[in-house]
């Protein structure tokens, strides 16, 4: 008798990686945090009030980007360097070549969280593609969880599992450090679990960012952003 042999098929990509010099954009996140927390351009959480977010302006007027004053204003070219990373990604996830489409930021904002504060369980709608880039991360922190997409099913049928491995463990925290990121596809459900007291008083930041294709192409439909 032949022996089962377990094999994952369609397993979920992510990309995590670390840029060039990533110190030399410290000065640049401190001076986007500061500048739109003295203009009022942070919001905070609906659900967690130790937690904040840098608010979109929904200005487009200049750039396909929507994102705070402060990251427009010192955070361009951070952006730059982090989209190609995303190309480079979406190189090995889509498998079509780079000269197919160029990938856009179409969104950004900081997060701050401060002991006692966490975010909810969400994805991100409308884009392909998310960034999250770990600034601060005092020891002890919490990283991000990803939870495992559900297989639409109907009926849908679920266990509770006496014993969980790779193919059915329910989330999954990627071991991330300082100045690290982690790329993935938006439509993943993942949450922060609660920040504990940390190190000296720090708090954990974060950047976060979704992009979406400049061009779609199958067959004879064709999608263009201009």
């Known amino acids: 008798i032949m022996p089962v042999v377990p094999q994952y098929v369609f397993p979920t990509m992510v990309g995590t990686g670390k840029l060039n010099a990533p110190k030399k954009y410290r000065i640049a996140f401190d001076k986007a945090f500061e500048q739109d927390l ?7 959480n609906t659900r967690s009030d130790q937690l904040k977010h840098t608010w979109c302006d929904n200005d487009r007027s200049k750039s396909h980007l929507n994102a705070s004053p402060g990251i ?50 969400h994805s991100h709608c409308n884009s392909f593609l998310s960034v999250i880039y770990y600034i601060d991360l005092p020891k002890g922190a919490p990283v991000t969880a990803f939870h495992r997409p559900i297989v639409e099913m109907k009926p849908y ?44 008083g720090k708090v954990r930041r974060t950047f976060a960012c979704n992009f979406i294709p400049n061009r779609i192409d199958c067959s004879s439909y064709l999608l263009e952003l201009r």
């Open 38 to 44: 003295e203009s009022g351009d942070v919001v905070v």
């Open 72 to 121: 427009k204003d010192n955070l361009l070219e951070f952006i730059d360097e982090l989209t190609k990373e995303v190309n480079q990604y979406a190189y090995y996830h889509f498998g079509i070549n780079k000269e197919r489409c160029e990938w856009v930021c179409n969104v950004a904002w900081l997060n701050e969280l401060k002991p006692g504060g966490f975010q909810t369980k």
């Open 157 to 200: 049928f679920s266990f509770e599992a006496d014993r969980y491995h790779d193919a059915n463990f329910e989330f999954i925290k990627p071991e991330m450090k300082e100045d690290t990121f982690i790329i993935f596809p938006s439509y993943l459900h993942h949450e922060v679990e609660m920040m504990p007291q940390c190190e000296e």
